[in-house]
């Protein structure tokens, strides 16, 4: 005991979450939003976060934010390290501090994310105000204007007096961007924030959180059903599904080597330009399952064109997250037996994509 | 911003044009087409047909219907007189004609009436909005614990229950039972500050109970939606105390659409809060809407509809430029 936590103390990663499940209990049932999830991260590194709407992604991010424990429904358990400090069991008050100071996030829709009410200006500088009390209103200001600059809004001084919605779509995700970072926070969570975009506006707003991340040196997480975009930023990648994360591994791996049939079915749906046209792209057949009534055993299963081929386990054993027998850090949670995963990969997967 | 301003001015004077057309239309055509005769209302049945027809040229009752508007018209923007051979009778501007029942001018009473209504109706509106905005912050915020169901059937009591029961139930308990309260009277603020708050207070409570409970809803959905909202979560996400993300980014929208609905209750009343006014019997607007109503005494309806017209109009032009202040997204022009 005493060992691994000197161990544990010394060596504990800059965001570490370990186990941590997120339910919301409704009239109808309890949501299992997010089930054992657990993953680590690095100053400096980029995780990517994938998985289609309601598959626990958002939700993961608001836990570390604790922006749950204003929600009296929901039940947050197992670990958030940032830093050296527990932030579930922490006080309400410290996780406030942190928020927006040491971790801060980026929303998908800035029109809706800003409030309209109030310039852009004094939300920036309400933003950096709370964390620098004291700070008189000229100082926090022209940090302020500095910040909008800094994000690549022209005539800031001018535009740091108008409204969310007198700013276009990609000025207005830069502003947001702004608020995010007035206060250098250490740990950046990215919700999603080029979808509400254009495409020619996204690969700049990418461009500048990986600048600023160069500049800064801060830990990212990148959450998105874009898999461009994390292939674009991401050192790591979690792909979630039913709220569970089922492949983990170096961005690079899980792009050229997935083993979750989920993940074969997300980079088949993929437009792509450098392959020939094919006459459709190939969905992930079925719908998302519903967070309250998760199908028994593996919750891809109704969808898994490959499910059933290891006896009867997919429909009653949860798989868990385990090496996929490739070496390094590549995990997935499948029932397949890692030579025939391969196999269908090399034979029948690859060759589509 | 000017040019707006004047548009939105020609426009509420002509919605004043319009309406005095339509209820003079009413209360002189009507009696036309029933075969009631106003010179009757005016005299009395039992008259002599010669006082009758006197009164009826004296009123201008022969004149068709256009020019008598025209006369009504040209009476509130300049005077009239009214003659009758030898007997002519000067009615200055702005006038609206004599009451039949006891031949006054019915603009100075109006007149007289006005603070009477304007104290009832802004007084209960300091306490319904305070009360309504306080229950239904508390009620959004404690959303579905034993504070929230309280308050919303404390609400839902103020909605359905009328005036006349309220009123003379306040009035029993408070006057006639424990006696903490003089008897609902009015006294001009300016010669007895504390008299013209203890005489007006239980009308106050009493009209004001029935609003607050639908403020209290109204603020309460408000609320309820704006805590929803991506820019509640960006507050919090800012790391705010949720003081702030409430008091502040919350109140900011959630109170902004219960402007309007105060601005049309509040000119709605000062054109006479007839239920509360009759059972506290204070002689404003709407006590003097319901003698009128009464007596059939057409000229004193007339009187008092042109004036609950113009505060409706009034309240809702200061609504629509208030919106220009309190909402960057409206541009007014």
């Known amino acids: 005991m005493s060992i691994s936590s000197s161990i544990g103390a010394n060596q504990r990663p800059f965001l570490e979450v370990k186990d941590l499940t997120i339910r919301f209990e409704t009239d109808d049932g309890i949501v299992q939003a997010v089930s054992g999830s657990s993953f680590t991260l690095e100053k400096g590194e980029t995780l990517g976060i994938v998985g289609e709407s309601g598959s626990g992604k958002s939700v993961t991010s608001l836990g570390v934010l604790g922006l749950h424990r204003t929600r009296s429904n929901a039940k947050v358990t197992g670990e958030i390290w940032l830093d050296d400090e527990e932030l579930i069991t922490a006080a309400d008050e410290k996780v406030r501090l942190l928020r927006g100071g040491k971790m801060a996030m980026i929303f998908q829709d800035p029109l809706s994310a800003m409030h309209p009410y109030f310039t852009v200006g004094s939300q920036i500088v309400e933003a950096y105000r709370v964390h620098h009390p004291g700070t008189n209103k000229k100082v926090a200001r022209e940090r302020a204007i500095d910040m909008l600059a800094r994000v690549g809004i022209p005539q800031p001084e001018r535009r740091f007096n108008d409204y969310a919605h007198q700013f276009s779509g990609g000025m207005r995700q830069r502003a947001m961007i702004a608020m995010a970072l007035v206060n250098d926070p250490q740990l950046l969570i990215a919700d999603e924030p080029t979808t509400a975009l254009d495409v020619t506006v996204q690969a700049q707003i990418l461009d500048l959180i990986r600048d600023l991340q160069e500049e800064f040196g801060s830990a990212v997480i990148m959450i998105t059903h874009d898999l461009g975009v994390v292939a674009e930023l991401a050192d790591e990648v979690l792909v979630m599904y039913g709220g569970k994360i089922i492949e983990k591994g170096p961005a690079l791996d899980v792009f050229q080597n997935p083993q979750h049939p989920y993940t074969w079915g997300l980079l088949g749906s993929m437009p792509r330009l450098d392959r020939d046209v094919r006459e459709r792209l190939t969905p992930v057949k079925g719908t998302p399952p519903s967070l309250i009534n998760l199908p028994d055993g593996c919750a891809f299963h109704p969808r898994c064109p490959y499910a059933g081929r290891n006896g009867n386990r997919s429909f009653t054993d949860v798989p868990l997250l385990r090496d996929a027998g490739l070496g390094g850090e590549h995990l997935v949670a499948c029932h397949l037996p890692p030579e025939e995963r391969t196999k269908i990969f090399q034979q029948e997967v690859l060759p589509n994509l | 911003m000017v040019a707006y301003l004047i548009r939105r001015l020609i426009n509420a004077v002509v919605t004043l044009l ?37 009164i009826r040229t004296k009123l201008g009752l022969n004149d068709p219907i256009i020019v008598q508007y025209w006369k009504f018209l040209k009476g509130i923007v300049a005077g009239r007189d009214y003659s009758n051979g030898p007997d002519i009778t000067h009615c200055s501007a702005p006038c609206l004609g004599y009451t039949f029942k006891t031949n006054q001018e019915v603009w100075p009473i109006l007149i007289h009436a006005l603070p009477i209504t304007i104290s009832l109706a802004i007084g209960a509106a300091v306490i319904w909005v305070l009360m309504g905005v306080l229950f239904g912050v508390i009620s959004a915020l404690r959303r579905g614990t034993i504070w929230d169901r309280t308050v919303m059937t404390i609400a839902l009591a103020g909605v359905s229950l009328p005036i006349y029961f309220t009123g003379l139930l306040a009035l029993s308990i408070f006057v006639y039972g424990l006696g903490w309260l003089p008897n609902a009277d009015y006294t001009p603020f300016f010669d007895n500050p504390a008299k013209w708050f203890t005489g007006l207070l239980m009308p106050w409570v009493t009209l004001a109970f029935l609003f607050a409970a639908t403020y209290a809803r109204l603020t309460r959905a408000n609320m309820l939606e704006t805590l929803g909202e991506d820019y509640i979560r960006t507050a919090r996400a800012k790391g705010l105390k949720e003081r702030t993300v409430i008091g502040k980014h919350g109140l900011r929208s959630g109170l ?78």
């Open chain 2, 256 to 333: 902004t659409p219960l402007v309007t609905v105060f601005g049309l209750d509040l000119g709605a009343l000062l054109g006479g809060a007839i239920l509360t006014e009759a059972v506290f019997n204070l002689r404003g607007l709407g006590y003097w809407a319901l003698n009128g109503i009464r007596t059939n005494d057409l000229p004193t309806i007339l009187g008092v509809t042109l004036f609950a017209a113009f505060f409706i109009v009034i309240m809702n032009l200061i609504v629509d430029l208030l919106y220009g202040v309190i909402d960057p997204r409206v541009r007014l022009g």
């Open chain 2, 18 to 54: 319009v309406v005095t057309l339509v209820t003079f239309g009413v209360f002189f055509l009507v009696p036309k087409a029933t075969g009631s005769d106003p010179a009757l209302l005016y005299i009395g049945k039992q008259a002599d047909p010669i006082a009758v027809e006197g």
